[in-house]
């Protein structure tokens, strides 16, 4: 006979799960007590909910299993629904344990309680509450299932706190393995004779159920059929932009020519992106709800396809599957598409070739000094801002699972995701970009690093405001400058409190033997980059974007 706590433990274990991230809470003390006796799990202390939501999610991303996080009712469960909103967007596996009252107590409005089921079921793939100890196996393996079939998602399981500590005599259930989606028969020959009279096609993809075998296979087949490739929002490393097919990043701040490219292309590809708003740069690259281009869209639910876009071949099927069966399409019609392919590649080449900003510090040399300086399979995380324009840009991702940032536009990502990160690939380097806004939401999770030794470098990008907002602030009502503004911490001398290695870099002549320092510091290290308000974006000054606000207004 086990408590609950052991029992759940146990359950984890069967479920391959190495590390959970947490705060720890007394509804949930019972399994804590079950992870004391684990010697297969690490657990991690994080320093806010929402911050071991994030590291929970980026687990999931990289390794392609839910990533496992507890927190405690009431606050602790509410701090963590960023992390849960992120997972359901960017379609991440994770599971999330969420301590509760005692059943004796549901419904009295008791000490921290909450509705549960509403809240998570709005924001999640599933929840559920566990309210008979010996089903613990049984909804563990239910969630690690859900939260990878399909479109895979967050599911929410709620702990009842003494039904933690009832006992039991129960085994856990084998390891939850998904069953993935295939193309039907005779899909394949549509998308082969779509192929062979398309002279402009054009493969987006992007979400969830990627392996670096599927990145292969989708290398060989974009060489044989002579298909241009581009990846949606945040998932640049999906496609090695080396590869000679590579076109560029679609969705935020992309290439005009590549955007013009899209509108004009007579195939689109969409293989595993759901062609969100971010991806379609708010539905402009492909109209709703018939695009004019042949839409092709490939996604794992069949939910996702006709949702926005009518496609002329919608194919339930995972990324796996289809590219796998793609690769082995004949190339009938390449031929013909090579100066199509040369095209979009030549232009992302060119579109590398950094734009000159103001400032002593230049994002875009940066970005370039970071792209030289890191190791090809160095990942690079972060969250939300303007700031990240820049190396969406000119940072080349180069391997699989290289880049890890949220889809869904959440600010404080980066440092936590840069932890889980390092704690679960501790011989990558991994690197965290974060503007000042953006550190300061999640910044506390340096002491998360330190205390694990999870030696990353973040760089701060320090311009003294929320940039992204008050770029559009000026896009909208210019020189009206309304809670934009920030005063900032010595960023620098904050991560030395912590115990990290820190510096600040005041033009770019400094960075990289900064970076090198940081890299070797053999500790978590963090470089305060103070950068020029005008250099708000990769593009356009802050200047610029007001007066072309003004001018917009005056007619």
């Not at 399981?157 to 085994?171: K, Q, R, Y």
């Not at 935020?252 to 020519?257: F, T, V």
């Not at 959440?410 to 974060?434: N, T």
């Not at 010595?490 to 960075?511: K, P």
């Amino acid at each position: 006979m086990r408590h609950g706590g052991s029992i759940l433990a146990k359950a984890l274990e069967a479920q391959g799960v190495d590390t959970v991230y947490c705060v720890p809470g007394e509804s949930y003390l019972a399994a804590l007590d079950g992870l004391y006796d684990s010697n297969r799990i690490k657990t991690i202390v994080c320093r806010q909910e929402g911050g071991a939501a994030m590291m929970a999610e980026a687990h999931g991303k990289l390794t392609g299993r839910p990533g496992v996080c507890f927190v405690t009712r009431g606050p602790g469960a509410t701090n963590s629904s960023i992390g849960v909103h992120i997972a359901h967007q960017d379609s991440t596996p994770m599971v999330m344990f969420v301590g509760l009252p005692a059943r004796e107590h549901f419904d009295r409005e008791a000490f921290q309680e909450f509705d549960f089921l509403n809240m998570f079921r709005a924001l999640a793939k599933g929840a559920e509450i566990i309210t008979d100890v010996k089903r613990i196996p049984e909804y563990v393996s239910r969630a690690f299932h859900k939260a990878m079939s399909g479109r895979p998602g967050p599911i929410v399981i709620g702990l009842p706190e003494d039904m933690l500590t009832d006992l039991a005599d129960v085994e856990p259930a084998p390891m939850a393995m998904p069953v993935l989606a295939a193309p039907r028969a005779g899909d394949m020959d549509e998308v082969q004779k779509l192929l062979a009279k398309s002279e402009k096609p054009i493969v987006i993809v992007g979400g969830a159920g990627w392996s670096a075998l599927t990145r292969t296979d989708l290398a060989d087949a974009a060489s044989k059929l002579n298909l241009p490739v581009g990846c949606a929002f945040r998932f640049q490393d999906y496609f090695d932009n080396r590869h000679p097919c590579y076109a560029g990043h679609i969705g935020i701040g992309p290439d005009p020519a590549l955007a013009k490219a899209i509108t004009e292309s007579d195939l689109v590809i969409a293989i595993g992106a759901r062609l969100g708003e971010a991806t379609t740069s708010g539905y402009t690259l492909l109209e709703p709800p018939v695009p004019k281009q042949t839409l092709i869209h490939v996604h794992p639910d069949p939910d996702e396809l006709g949702k926005v876009y009518r496609p002329a071949l919608g194919i339930a099927a995972s990324p796996q599957t289809f590219v796998a069966a793609l690769a082995k399409l004949t190339p009938a019609g390449a031929e013909s598409r090579a100066k199509w392919v040369k095209k979009l590649n030549d232009g992302y080449k060119k579109f590398l070739e950094p734009e000159t900003t103001p400032g002593a510090v230049k994002l875009e040399q940066v970005a370039r000094i970071l792209d030289d300086v890191l190791p090809e399979n160095a990942i690079v995380t972060n969250g939300a801002g303007n700031c990240n324009g820049f190396f969406n840009r000119y940072y080349v991702y180069k391997t699989w699972r290289s880049q890890l940032a949220p889809s869904c536009g959440a600010m404080g990502y980066g440092l936590p995701a840069a932890i889980a990160a390092k704690l679960h690939q501790p011989e990558r380097s991994v690197v965290a970009i974060a503007g000042d806004g953006c550190f300061m939401m999640n910044g506390q999770e340096l002491a998360t690093a330190c205390q694990y030794g999870a030696n990353i470098v973040v760089l701060v990008v320090n311009n003294g405001m929320y940039g992204t907002i008050r770029m559009h602030q000026e896009r909208e009502y210019p020189g009206r400058v309304m809670a934009t503004s920030l005063v900032n911490p010595d960023f620098a001398a904050l991560a030395r409190s912590y115990g990290a290695h820190g510096e600040t870099v005041e033009e770019t002549g400094q960075f990289r033997s900064a970076l090198i320092r940081s890299l070797d510091a053999g500790k978590p290290a963090l470089i305060e980059l103070k950068t020029d308000p005008e250099a708000l974006t990769a593009k356009m000054t802050l200047t610029q974007i007001r007066k072309a606000a003004e001018a917009r207004l005056k007619k």
